[in-house]
């Protein structure tokens, strides 16, 4: 089994948080359909023909591909790869496109999973995110994609935002879980390289940490609020900042967690392919020039069975199933199992539980995911 994902890197505007590739032009944005599709080409071995278990069309801003154009990118995929018959098809929408005709369209085209990134469901936190959207308009695109016929859908949502009291985000989350959604995205607000919050503090003067979460302290109080009220709902946490009704769970991103291999198309995208991982420049510019030559330039960097133990460990532990031992034995060999064993004995059994062959992280271990996957992490020497 195997996962696709297209990056289209195009936006309106830049929100302030990001740090994905895009850009706000769209001068290369005819130039893009046929460079992607002339990379499905080149690197269609890459997956050595095994079954596509699902599709993932992330940005950027997806729903901005208009009809005919995400024809030819299917039909395309089909042409290119084996794409299995149940196939997890995702495409990732803005709000302020997702009218009922569109979301109509992509139903019939074959999307069977809609990731909409509304964010917030309060007006003033979005304006200050630089969101394009209102409240409103997140709500009337969930409600269109329900009457499209979407019956998997997921919400992206941002927490530990400093204008939001913890009753407006209680409030916020009651809204967005009466919405007829089946999966919830949650990301703490992060201070990421290359955004605009990020040049803002920097103009400022503000103390800030790259990739840590603006006030963590909030950030933390706005996690534990959010699952204490997704315990009054039907949905449940697989995973760290994942949420879903039992059978709803992503398949896409679980398999990024459990280790599926993956073939990423476009610029900024990577793939992985077990012992290897691969990555797309970031430049829309670079990226169609070298589709052109023909030869796809990529960075690879080869990854060793300790590279592999340690993004097993943090991958595995952001999961509420945690990680089985015996494949961790069965996959690193002896050595490394048994230093994991060791290791996990050095911890607080507050942070886990260690049922059968099965090392999960409690509700507090979860907190302190990243810190817990370091302490078990083994370095080469
Ligand atoms: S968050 Fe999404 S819509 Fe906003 S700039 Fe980034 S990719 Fe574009």
Known sequence: MSGLYIHFPFCLSKCIYCSFYSV?????????????IHEMNLRNEYLNNSPVETIYIGGGTPSLIHEADLRSI???????????????????????????????NLKNIGVNRLSIGIQSLNNQILDYLGRKHTAEM?????????????????????????????????????????????HLS??????????ILIKRFQKEGTPFHYGKDQDEDLALRDFKTLLSIIEESPLNQ??????????FESIHNSNYWNGTPYLGLGPSAHSFNSHSRCWNKASIKQYIETMNSSEPVLECEELSNINRFNEAILLGLRTIKGINLTDI???????????????????NPEWYQLVQDRFSLSQEGLFLADFISEKLFVTED
Request: net charge negative; charged share 20%; proline share 4%.
């Open 186 to 195: 949650a990301y703490a607000l992060t201070i990421e390289e290359n955004s």
């Open 138 to 182: 997140a709500i009337d695109a969930v409600e269109n994609a329900c009457k499209a016929g979407f019956d998997n859908i997921s919400l992206d949502l941002i927490y530990g935002i400093p204008l939001r009291s913890t009753q407006q985000w209680i409030e916020e989350l009651q809204k967005a879980l009466k919405l007829p959604i089946q």
């Open 24 to 36: 706000i032009s769209d001068k290369y944005l005819k130039l893009y359909y046929p460079a992607l």
């Open 74 to 104: 299917i039909n395309a995929i089909y042409q290119h790869f084996r794409v299995s018959e149940n196939v997890e098809f995702t495409m990732e929408a803005n709000p302020e496109q997702c009218t009922s005709d569109y979301l109509k």
């Open 238 to 247: 697989y995973e760290i900042s994942n949420f879903a009704i039992p059978g």
């Open 329 to 347: 034995q069965k996959k690193f060999g002896e050595v490394l199992f048994h230093q994991l064993l060791r290791n996990i004995e050095l911890l």
